[in-house]
């Protein structure tokens, strides 16, 4: 059974840093890519991040990119999103997710295979 802990939200001012943890279980991280997807209130889940099982190519929103980093320890079956330079419209739940896909991995809602529970980040002065 695949299961996804997520960790590490809060609060932060803007300009701050946070950095998320999804614990894979069930599986390895060298069969599923691994996505993070957040939403908004009153707004879709949408993509973030994501990456690959095969060689751990990443892949970044343009709203993100320069400011958020995916890495994974396979060692602890771990996908960490460090995040940056954090803006209020980053605040939203974030969602880790395995996903089934091969070759490049892009964060689309149609390809995940299990959610974690979520985490709440909150972007505020």
């Known amino acids: 059974q695949l299961q996804l802990v997520e960790s590490g939200g809060g609060l932060v001012q803007p300009g701050g840093s946070l950095m998320l943890s999804c614990l894979a279980s069930?599986?390895?991280?060298?069969?599923?890519?691994i996505g993070w997807f957040r939403q908004a209130p009153g707004k879709e889940r949408e993509g973030v991040s994501c990456?690959?099982?095969?060689?751990?190519?990443?892949y970044y929103a343009s709203s993100v990119k320069g400011r958020f980093t995916i890495s994974r320890d396979k060692t602890k079956n771990t996908v960490f999103l460090q995040m940056n330079s954090l803006k209020s419209e980053d605040t939203a739940i974030y969602y880790c997710?395995?996903?089934?896909?091969?070759?490049?991995?892009?964060?689309?809602?149609?390809?995940?295979?299990?959610w974690g529970q979520g985490t709440q980040v909150t972007v505020s002065s």
């Open positions: 997710a395995a996903l089934r896909v091969i070759g490049i991995c892009v964060p689309d809602v149609a390809d995940v295979t299990s």
């Open positions: 069930g599986f390895t991280l060298d069969y599923y890519a």
């Open positions: 990456i690959s099982s095969s060689d751990g190519g990443t």
